[in-house]
């Protein structure tokens, strides 16, 4: 029986990036634009930040359902080039994710927005259903010793 792992941990949410806020609607998007250090800036970036935790919510809400294509296209145009809907949709297999919660922004680089995001973690591949882990237990990092 496999334990899931319990996931905490900083999230470089690029589909809560600026630059995909408005989702594929680049061109009339205001959040493309870099915001200046200018009176209003900080309204600004408040509802930049509304904006990726409610992306955010959307795709964890999508992917735990298993959701996967409505998750892809929450995804941002750059992640999307790099990685197809196919071979995503096929590496989203060995994923189930419960109790995900979006949990508050932590910082802005340029941008991007990192996102605080916490929840269940649970392999979905054959390896991972053969793996016995007592309670609070977790797989060894390297077996190699």
């Given amino acids: 029986m496999s334990r899931p792992l319990v996931a905490s941990r900083f999230v470089l949410f690029a589909l809560a990036s600026a630059a995909s806020f408005a989702g594929c609607h680049e061109a009339a998007d205001p959040a493309r634009v870099p915001t200046p250090a200018v009176a209003g800036a900080p309204a600004q970036a408040a509802r930049t930040h509304a904006a990726a935790l409610e992306r955010a919510r959307q795709y964890w809400a999508s992917a735990e359902k298993g959701d996967w294509i409505a998750t892809y ?32 922004v932590v910082g802005e680089k340029d941008d991007l927005i990192f996102l605080r995001v916490a929840g269940l973690w ?15 237990e977790s797989p060894p990092r390297n077996s190699s010793g």
């Fill in 73 to 104: 296209d929450l995804l941002a145009p750059e992640l999307q080039r790099e990685q197809p809907a196919p071979v995503y949709l096929q590496q989203k297999k060995k994923h189930l994710y419960a109790n995900m919660r979006v949990l508050e």
């Fill in 122 to 136: 649970t392999p979905n591949t054959p390896e991972a259903r053969r793996v016995e882990l007592g309670p609070g």
